[in-house]
């Protein structure tokens, strides 16, 4: 969208959350509902399933100009298909390894188990990642072939 | 070229009054493959779903964004609103921007506005793609399945079979009627169990409907909802071999019931050790004894009518760091039932309750619990019991009331220990069978606690009785009975609409790896040495996305959520035009 015209401010992030059906998309909703207010700099995937996190989604964000990825999955012992999450934590650390050789801090990648009935810790997980990808500056994606 | 109609709902203020409806519009027209955009008031409403079934009709619309709450509110009310003027309802998906957008961004109006732009944007690129589906049908075999022959089986198996739907009930035991044979009379109207328990076991053995198989256990199962494929194996009871038999059923209910914690885990009260320290289900024993007899409770270790006994609650339960967290539920009452009927069988005898809280959640049973305190002369005493010991031929004990805050010493004859209820030995060979998820406990976790309590996490089995929690007789039957009833609406349909949102496989990407088949959860995925690649069971798959994240060649895919959709959204979230989209004051 195009206007408000352009003044110079201070480094915003972009997060790019991929959150599952069943537990922290729901959980994202009771935020809403309860009307928890937190900061606008995260954007939802909808996945069915935290285990359905791919590693190119992830990648793909962050090379597209996302500063910090957020997954949101059930509680372990709570994925509604049994072990996804788990699978989903397997597959972070991982990718994890990956960023790193990439020259990319492993610690723009975000993985929290946040309930349907836990809208509040949604709100807080967003301002935490949002404060911490703030302090952590734009994605070496963007900054390391500048000048 | 798709024809998009994007319709943007205020849901009056609560959208709104935070973000620029006009405003959104007028951005999201300009956009390609736009065909249609416009704003109302209460979209889901009436004359809101009339405009987007008349545009449907006058644009020509191939597929279409609904801005508006979330897709868990609404996405339905849509869906059926395209498919009644023709458009396939899977060609619709919902922009979530009131509980993700307006509703946590409420003092940010342009920021909200920027973003609810933004999710119509990606919600765009994800719809275009979307292809038009039809629900998966599948045929429905109308008999049930019945594990475990309890109270609970035994009223499900019933009201099944009078139904008229034939129904196969395997129990473990020799005997049906589990736990509830062992029990002399339930509270609060001291009715014999035998006189609930024995006209329902002839029933069941007697009907036309009932397939009753004793001595067996459920050794494979197979299948899905309506088409369940059960091996049951049957001890002979020779010594030979068990003989198996495969049962196709369409439902399966899980009510293999419950155990007792072992005495032996609470060594404190001697448990195992000191043979007048017993379980709540021993002492039913004992008072089932005496009143065949006609004669008074005796104790085990020599047989010597008791004079002194203390009953001691909570014995593993709600001890989280010892032994079990949770609240046992059935032992509060049948404590304070045995007492009474001790003080009636052994007249002059003296009873005492160690408790923490006396809870009375059951029908008529506060008034019988403080009937018999008050009129029965049962002792009850505020504390844990910590030392039990022989001394003698009698047993001593260590207390304390802790509301006077005195030391106590007792003596008995006999200690009897209301343990833990525990799921039944088994369960978790059962929960891996039919693929019902326990919880941290161990018991039968239901589909939903409030809105799905007799459903497992799977579809088509069911639960039922105190595998799922400890209960009551009462609740047991309840529940059994609602269970009975919701297998009863499935088995009204002659076949099930399935969800088509699940995986299919490109079987010229597919190198027939395998990689899918130990990933999936459900079992639906299977390579066919033939054909050369990995087949997709649909009627199985739930559509969680687990194989296709795991497949190397990306040659499986979710339908209707791709990876080309889904790396569509993330283009748009990642990569918007301008910085100022995420420009935020917070």
Same mark, same amino acid.
């Given at each position: 969208?195009?206007?408000?015209?352009?003044?110079?401010?201070?480094?915003?992030?972009?997060?790019?959350?991929?959150?599952?059906?069943?537990?922290?998309?729901?959980?994202?909703?009771?935020?809403?509902?309860?009307?928890?207010?937190?900061?606008?700099?995260?954007?939802?995937?909808?996945?069915?399933?935290?285990?359905?996190?791919?590693?190119?989604?992830?990648?793909?964000?962050?090379?597209?100009?996302?500063?910090?990825?957020?997954?949101?999955?059930?509680?372990?012992?709570?994925?509604?298909?049994?072990?996804?999450?788990?699978?989903?934590?397997?597959?972070?650390?991982?990718?994890?390894?990956?960023?790193?050789?990439?020259?990319?801090?492993?610690?723009?990648?975000?993985?929290?188990?946040?309930?349907?009935?836990?809208?509040?810790?949604?709100?807080?997980?967003?301002?935490?990642?949002?404060?911490?990808?703030?302090?952590?500056?734009?994605?070496?994606?963007?900054?390391?072939?500048?000048? | 070229? #798709?024809?998009?109609? /994007?319709?943007?709902?205020?849901?009056?203020?609560?959208?709104?009054?935070? /973000?620029?409806?006009?405003?959104?519009?007028?951005?999201?027209?300009?956009?390609?493959?736009?065909?249609?955009?416009?704003?109302?008031?209460?979209?889901?409403?009436?004359?809101?779903?009339?405009?987007?079934?008349?545009?449907?009709?006058?644009?020509?619309?191939?597929?279409?964004?609904?801005?508006?709450?979330?897709?868990?509110?609404?996405? #339905?009310?849509?869906?059926?609103?395209?498919?009644?003027?023709?458009?396939?309802?899977?060609?619709?998906?919902?922009?979530?921007?009131?509980?993700?957008?307006?509703?946590?961004?409420?003092?940010?109006?342009?920021?909200?506005?920027?973003?609810?732009? &933004?999710?119509?944007?990606?919600?765009?690129?994800?719809?275009?793609?979307?292809?038009?589906?039809?629900?998966?049908?599948?045929?429905?075999?109308?008999?049930?399945?019945?594990?475990?022959?309890?109270?609970?089986?035994?009223?499900? @198996?019933?009201?099944?079979?009078?139904?008229?739907?034939?129904?196969?009930?395997?129990?473990?035991?020799?005997?049906?009627?589990?736990?509830?044979?062992?029990?002399?009379?339930?509270?609060?109207?001291?009715?014999?169990?035998?006189?609930?328990?024995?006209?329902?076991?002839?029933?069941?053995?007697?009907?036309?409907? /009932?397939?009753?198989?004793?001595?067996?256990?459920?050794?494979?199962?197979?299948?899905?909802?309506?088409?369940?494929?059960?091996?049951?194996?049957?001890?002979?009871?020779?010594?030979?071999?068990?003989?198996?038999?495969?049962?196709?059923?369409?439902?399966?209910?899980?009510?293999?019931?419950?155990?007792?914690?072992?005495?032996?885990?609470?060594?404190?009260?001697?448990?195992?050790?000191?043979?007048?320290?017993?379980?709540?289900? @021993?002492?039913?024993?004992?008072?089932?004894?005496?009143?065949?007899?006609?004669?008074?409770?005796?104790?085990?270790?020599?047989?010597?009518?008791?004079?002194?006994?203390?009953?001691?609650?909570?014995?593993?339960?709600?001890?989280?760091? &010892?032994?079990?967290?949770?609240?046992?539920?059935?032992?509060?009452?049948?404590?304070?039932?045995?007492?009474?009927?001790?003080?009636?069988?052994?007249?002059?005898?003296?009873?005492?309750?160690?408790?923490?809280?006396?809870?009375?959640?059951?029908?008529?049973?506060?008034?019988?619990?403080?009937?018999?305190?008050?009129?029965?002369?049962?002792?009850?005493?505020? %504390?844990?019991?910590?030392?039990?010991?022989?001394?003698?031929?009698?047993?001593?004990?260590?207390?304390?009331?802790?509301?006077? %805050?005195?030391?106590?010493?007792?003596?008995?004859?006999?200690?009897?220990?209301?343990?833990?209820?525990?799921?039944?030995?088994?369960?978790?060979?059962?929960?891996?069978?039919?693929?019902?998820?326990?919880?941290?406990?161990?018991?039968?976790?239901?589909?939903?606690?409030?809105?799905?309590?007799?459903?497992?996490?799977?579809? %088509?089995?069911?639960?039922?009785?105190?595998?799922?929690?400890?209960?009551?007789?009462?609740?047991?039957?309840?529940?059994?009975? @609602?269970?009975?009833?919701?297998?009863?609406?499935?088995?009204?349909?002659?076949?099930?609409?399935?969800?088509?949102?699940?995986?299919?496989?490109?079987?010229?990407?597919?190198?027939?790896?395998?990689?899918?088949?130990?990933?999936?959860?459900?079992?639906?995925?299977?390579?066919?040495?033939?054909?050369?690649?990995?087949?997709?069971?649909?009627?199985?798959?739930?559509?969680?996305?687990?194989?296709? @994240?795991?497949?190397?060649?990306?040659?499986?895919?979710?339908?209707?959520?791709?990876?080309?959709?889904?790396?569509?959204?993330?283009?748009?979230?990642?990569?918007?035009?301008?910085?100022?989209?995420?420009?935020?004051?917070?």
């Amino acid at each position: 969208m195009a206007e408000p015209a352009k003044t110079p401010t201070a480094f915003e992030p972009r997060i790019v959350a991929f959150l599952c059906h069943w537990c922290t998309y729901t959980g994202a909703d009771l935020a809403g509902t309860t009307r928890q207010q937190y900061p606008p700099n995260v954007r939802v995937v909808h996945l069915m399933c935290s285990g359905a996190i791919d590693v190119v989604y992830v990648l793909k964000a962050l090379m597209d100009g996302a500063d910090g990825v957020l997954i949101g999955g059930c509680h372990p012992g709570d994925c509604h298909y049994q072990s996804g999450n788990f699978k989903a934590r397997r597959r972070v650390a991982i990718l994890k390894n990956i960023l790193a050789q990439l020259g990319l801090s492993a610690d723009r990648v975000w993985l929290r188990w946040i309930s349907a009935s836990e809208g509040r810790l949604f709100a807080e997980t967003v301002r935490e990642v949002t404060e911490a990808v703030r302090a952590m500056g734009p994605s070496e994606f963007k900054t390391q072939w500048d000048a | 070229m #798709n024809r998009i109609g /994007v319709f943007l709902c205020w849901c009056g203020s609560n959208i709104a009054g935070t /973000v620029d409806v006009h405003r959104v519009i007028e951005e999201v027209r300009k956009l390609p493959e736009v065909a249609h955009a416009e704003n109302y008031m209460y979209m889901c409403s009436d004359p809101g779903q009339d405009l987007v079934k008349a545009a449907i009709r006058d644009k020509n619309l191939t597929n279409l964004v609904v801005a508006s709450c979330s897709p868990r509110m609404h996405e #339905n009310t849509f869906r059926k609103a395209a498919a009644s003027v023709g458009l396939n309802p899977y060609l619709v998906e919902i922009a979530n921007v009131r509980e993700q957008c307006s509703w946590v961004h409420q003092q940010q109006k342009d920021v909200a506005t920027r973003k609810a732009y &933004n999710i119509i944007k990606a919600t765009i690129e994800k719809v275009k793609r979307n292809a038009a589906l039809e629900a998966i049908r599948v045929p429905v075999t109308k008999r049930a399945l019945v594990v475990g022959a309890g109270i609970a089986g035994i009223t499900a @198996a019933l009201d099944l079979a009078d139904a008229g739907f034939e129904t196969v009930v395997v129990e473990r035991e020799a005997e049906i009627g589990g736990k509830l044979r062992r029990i002399s009379r339930t509270f609060p109207y001291h009715e014999p169990a035998d006189a609930i328990l024995a006209p329902r076991a002839e029933a069941l053995r007697d009907h036309p409907n /009932v397939t009753l198989y004793t001595s067996s256990e459920v050794t494979a199962v197979g299948g899905y909802v309506g088409n369940f494929d059960v091996e049951v194996a049957t001890d002979p009871g020779d010594g030979g071999p068990p003989e198996t038999r495969t049962e196709k059923v369409g439902a399966i209910v899980v009510s293999t019931g419950y155990d007792l914690y072992p005495v032996e885990n609470l060594g404190e009260y001697g448990g195992g050790r000191l043979p007048d320290v017993i379980d709540g289900l @021993a002492f039913e024993g004992l008072l089932a004894d005496s009143f065949r007899n006609g004669e008074p409770v005796r104790r085990p270790s020599d047989g010597r009518p008791v004079r002194d006994v203390v009953f001691i609650q909570c014995s593993g339960s709600r001890d989280p760091e &010892n032994h079990k967290p949770y609240c046992s539920r059935i032992c509060c009452l049948y404590t304070n039932k045995q007492a009474r009927l001790l003080r009636d069988r052994n007249p002059g005898c003296r009873a005492w309750v160690s408790f923490m809280d006396v809870r009375t959640d059951c029908k008529n049973t506060e008034e019988y619990c403080q009937q018999n305190i008050e009129e029965r002369g049962i002792v009850y005493v505020r %504390g844990r019991v910590s030392r039990v010991w022989q001394e003698g031929d009698r047993l001593r004990l260590w207390t304390a009331d802790t509301l006077t %805050g005195e030391k106590i010493e007792l003596d008995a004859d006999l200690v009897v220990l209301a343990t833990a209820v525990v799921p039944a030995a088994g369960y978790a060979e059962v929960s891996s069978l039919l693929r019902a998820g326990v919880d941290a406990n161990g018991f039968f976790q239901e589909s939903h606690i409030k809105l799905r309590p007799v459903e497992s996490s799977t579809r %088509g089995v069911y639960l039922a009785g105190a595998g799922q929690y400890p209960k009551d007789i009462t609740d047991t039957v309840a529940q059994a009975q @609602a269970t009975a009833s919701k297998i009863q609406s499935l088995f009204a349909n002659e076949e099930l609409a399935q969800d088509p949102l699940v995986c299919r496989v490109d079987p010229d990407l597919c190198s027939a790896c395998g990689i899918c088949v130990p990933i999936c959860p459900y079992g639906a995925r299977e390579v066919d040495a033939l054909a050369g690649f990995s087949r997709v069971n649909e009627a199985l798959c739930e559509g969680c996305g687990a194989c296709v @994240a795991a497949c190397p060649n990306k040659a499986c895919q979710l339908k209707n959520d791709s990876m080309v959709q889904v790396v569509g959204e993330i283009e748009v979230f990642a990569a918007e035009e301008g910085e100022e989209d995420y420009t935020c004051a917070c």
